[in-house]
């Protein structure tokens, strides 16, 4: 069983929107957090967004923070990213991952992907101009 499915890539003009959704059916109950990250060919992966799945917290990166949305729908183990207002600079594949184990203190996003233990396979968004 793969632990997190992404979906909803594709491609889209700018100034457009995108949602992008990653089923997660590793450890829901034991994941600290679920992240988003990008990445285009010659570049390090990059922290886009995380969600808290225990509690309401959610963290970005300052260049997506007034542009997208990450949610989760717990009924159906899926987190979302609401891409809107998309740019050029926008286009990468995204993935998501989960990070492990569930644990106390002051929630605080993950942004570093050495943090995060399992992958999706990724999905590509393309933003035209």
């Known amino acids: 069983q793969v632990p997190l499915v992404e979906s909803g890539g594709g491609m889209v003009q700018t100034g457009g929107s995108l949602r992008l959704a990653c089923l997660v059916s590793?450890?829901?109950?034991?994941?600290?957090?679920v992240g988003w990250f990008r990445q285009t060919p010659g570049k390090e992966r990059e922290f886009v967004a995380a969600i808290a799945l225990i509690g309401v917290y959610t963290g970005y990166a300052d260049s997506v923070k007034s542009r997208f949305k990450i949610s989760r729908d717990a009924a159906k183990n899926t987190m979302y990213l609401q891409m809107s207002d998309v740019k050029p600079e926008d286009t990468a594949v995204y993935y998501c991952a989960a990070d492990y184990p569930a644990r106390g203190g002051i929630w605080s996003p993950p942004t570093r992907p050495v943090e995060y233990d399992d992958w999706g396979q990724g999905t590509q968004v393309t933003v035209s101009s």
């Open positions: 590793g450890r829901p109950q034991s994941t600290y957090a």
